[in-house]
């Protein structure tokens, strides 16, 4: 594929009031999940970020995972591959699931450990801290107190990032971000469900709605959600900023294999890797109830790509600069996008239906999807471009399509599907 494109717009105005203030100086790779070791976009912008390989102290926290050993030295021979020195990462044993893979150790008995002052000591001196994937509830169960307050461990995890390091995670190391958490749920259960704030038990049921708690709260600009595309997750994304609109208006999705990056001094944020992360904004939408149903209108919706980033102070998007417009060189002609099925050759991702289908695409201005979610019932999502709408594109350096989006309209509304055989 090729686009023959004319001047780049190396700046567009990003449709938000985003960020208030932020006096954090530390970074965050923020990790959709799915992190394969080979991405060295990521890795190598982690281990930089907290200080290069020959300087880099890692600090792993593997509290979410339900095979903590395992996941730590995962994760410990992937940075050893990028050059950081073995005896400079450090296993934190803070976990409340056993590893099967330790028999001499019960890994259960890790669980109070986040109020071991000599662990907190070993975090505190470094330059990194990595939160392994899992289940992001046990996270908050092992490094926050009943009353709310930090644990030791937590409370030296803030220091490496007031400090200036870098604190990231992968999956549930992901959700624990946000001061507001998704802890669980599905798009279609959150649109018909909502937010349920409350549950008792290890598994949430996907079904049921979205279940929204509270996080560690080291990005402060939005929500996180994570295996973005991968698991459809932009409906309980959308209902979980309704929840607290007046506190939470930017939601982040972030699509696995690929991070979000936080540049604290910068105050910039960027990504990497082989997906996307795509930025919701409500702060403009209305939502309204139809028998307990939600009617959405005026999401705005961007998607961005390895390379791209968001200048917070002045809410621009800055497309990588390999990057060209598509207004006025779109590759696609395709009249009646979206509506996909077994017998369209068109995929139907999120990622394809904005891109491809929509900013991509000359023969439509909107495009419409139906997602069902009984017999007769179902959810019609609108996209559509509209004066602030800009797309760029590029296939280098590795010939696959990439592109960055910003600012589609999205509406969502509930709807009932009558079907009638067609009579003379």
Avoid at 79 to 98: E, H, R, T
Avoid at 108 to 115: A, D, H, P, S
Avoid at 245 to 268: H, P, Q, S, V
Wanted: proline content about 3%.
């Amino acid at each position: 594929m090729t686009h023959k494109n004319g001047i780049t717009i190396l700046f567009i105005t990003f449709s938000l009031m985003l960020f208030g203030q932020n006096r954090q100086e530390g970074n965050l790779v923020i990790s959709g999940g799915g992190l394969e070791n080979n991405n060295s976009s990521v890795f190598t912008q982690l281990i930089d970020l907290a200080g290069g390989p020959d300087k880099a102290s890692f600090a792993v926290i593997p509290s979410a995972s339900g095979v903590s050993v395992q996941s730590f030295e995962y994760f410990k021979k992937t940075l050893v591959s990028y050059g950081v020195k073995p005896d400079k990462i450090n296993l934190i044993p803070v976990a409340m699931v056993d590893d099967d893979s330790t028999e001499e150790v019960d890994e259960t008995t890790w669980i109070n450990n986040g109020n071991d002052v000599q662990l907190a000591g070993i975090v505190r001196n470094c330059s990194a801290v990595w939160f392994t994937g899992g289940d992001q509830m046990r996270t908050i169960k092992c490094l926050v107190k009943n009353d709310g307050s930090k644990t030791p461990v937590l409370e030296a995890v803030w220091e490496v990032f007031h400090n200036g390091g870098v604190v990231g995670g992968t999956s549930a190391g992901a959700a624990i971000m946000s001061k507001a958490m998704i802890g669980g749920g599905n798009s279609i259960g959150a649109l018909t469900h909502g937010v349920l704030t409350n549950f008792e038990g290890d598994d949430f049921p996907e079904s049921d709605g979205v279940l929204l708690s509270k996080g560690l709260g080291f990005f402060a600009h939005g929500i996180v959600d994570q295996h973005f595309d991968a698991r459809a997750r932009i409906g309980r994304l959308i209902i979980a900023l309704f929840h607290d609109r007046e506190n939470f208006t930017y939601g982040f999705g972030i699509d696995e294999n690929t991070a979000l990056i936080y540049l604290g001094k910068d105050k910039k944020l960027k990504v990497a890797g082989a997906g996307g992360v795509t930025i919701i904004n409500t702060a403009k939408a209305e939502i309204t109830y139809h028998n307990h149903l939600p009617e959405i209108k005026n999401l705005v919706v961007s998607y961005l790509e390895d390379g791209d980033m968001l200048d917070i102070q002045s809410e621009k998007v800055q497309p990588s600069e390999i990057k060209k417009p598509t207004l006025g060189y779109e590759y696609y002609n395709i009249t009646n996008p979206g509506k996909t099925g077994i017998f369209t050759g068109y995929a139907n991702s999120f990622r394809d239906l904005i891109t491809k289908n929509l900013i991509d695409n000359k023969g439509a201005n909107e495009i419409q999807n139906l997602n069902f979610y009984n017999d007769d019932d179902a959810f019609l999502v609108t996209m559509k471009k509209n004066i602030q709408s800009a797309g760029f594109y590029t296939d280098k350096p590795d010939g696959k399509d990439h592109y960055t989006v910003v600012d589609i309209i999205m509406n969502i509304e509930p709807v009932t599907i009558e079907i009638k055989p067609l009579k003379n």
